[in-house]
């Protein structure tokens, strides 16, 4: 278990018992991996960059406008 609270902004939880009216989380600059199977053997960290906002691109779907002409014949 990773315990991210925040990956947009890198915060996870200190794992450690907080005091009371403090935030149990730190930011981290990544998260450090091993890999060990049979002569594999390596290691390195996992980064991200800070984001706000998630990547999308707005588009209608194949259906809307079999839906919009069957729905335009449609009586109330």
Partial sequence: MLN?????????QDGRPAAR????TVR???????LR???LDTQGTVTWA????PNYTLREKP??????AAWA???P
């Fill in 50 to 53: 800070d984001w706000v906002t």
């Fill in 28 to 34: 981290i600059g990544g998260i450090s991996v091993h």
């Fill in 63 to 68: 259906v809307y406008q079999a839906l919009k």
């Fill in 37 to 39: 199977s049979g002569r």
């Fill in 21 to 24: 009216g403090q935030d149990d």
């Fill in 4 to 12: 991210v609270t925040d990956p947009s902004s890198h915060l996870v």
């Fill in 73 to 75: 014949n449609a009586s």
